[in-house]
């Protein structure tokens, strides 16, 4: 069946520092890849997505490309701010009638002034 | 504005009782979801509904029913058959045929049984 896998948290970094949040896929086909952000009790919010192998997906300073051979869409962003203190979500919709959303347990990550 | 509604943001019930969930949209999409979310956890897909009187089970189905008699609507009932109903609940709907399957999230309810 379809899996992903995300780098498990909480990450805690400081303002303007480096961000990194693997994540790897298990699909059959060829699946959409997505990262949804979470803020403290709110829903999800789509930050970016890429839809076939060696699509970069980019948002707010985020970016993530669809990497087919590594199975993998790791999200980065250059220099982090405190307002991206968030839960991120990998996803990914895989090829069938329904094209469902598998999710990835989460990533907690938060920033430090 | 278009997006997606879910009322009430809390909701408190007593064990054994049934309880609804609403969530309506004005996107004009012709599919919704509806996903369980517990704490440290990524979501589990419930129901899922790709048009109007039709819909099927999700991963976790058992304890839940769910309706979809106008293409804005797709309530969600917990019934008291549901173990553990504790949680925080999320609607979500998308286009159907676009080629991605993005999906849109409301805002979410949370549900405390005790």
């Known amino acids: 069946g379809n899996s992903v896998t995300q780098m498990e948290g909480p990450v805690t970094l400081s303002e303007e520092a480096f961000l990194t949040i693997n994540c790897t896929y298990t699909a059959t086909g060829y699946p959409s890849l997505f990262w949804y952000v979470q803020y403290p009790g709110e829903g999800l919010q789509l930050l970016l997505k890429a839809t076939k192998a060696d699509d970069k997906g980019s948002n707010k300073g985020f970016e993530a490309t669809y990497r087919k051979e590594t199975t993998s869409f790791h999200l980065e962003k250059g220099s982090v701010q405190v307002s991206d203190s968030a839960v991120y979500f990998c996803a990914l919709s895989a090829s069938g009638s329904a094209r469902q959303l598998t999710f990835g347990s989460g990533t907690q990550l938060t920033v430090l002034p | 504005d278009g997006g997606i509604t879910q009322s009430p943001k809390y909701l408190f019930r007593k064990e054994g009782q049934n309880v609804t969930l609403s969530c309506e949209q004005n996107l004009n999409h012709d599919a919704m979801y509806w996903y369980r979310q517990d704490p440290g956890q990524g979501l589990r897909l419930i129901y899922y509904s790709q048009i109007v009187n039709d819909f099927q089970k999700g991963d976790i189905a058992e304890g839940y029913s769910v309706s979809r008699e106008k293409k804005e609507s797709f309530p969600l009932t917990v019934t008291s058959a549901q173990k553990n109903p504790t949680a925080f609940y999320l609607c979500?709907?998308?286009?159907?045929?676009?080629?991605?399957?993005?999906?849109?999230f409301g805002p979410g309810t949370r549900l405390t049984v005790t």
């Open positions: 979500a709907s998308s286009i159907v045929g676009d080629g991605t399957y993005e999906q849109y």
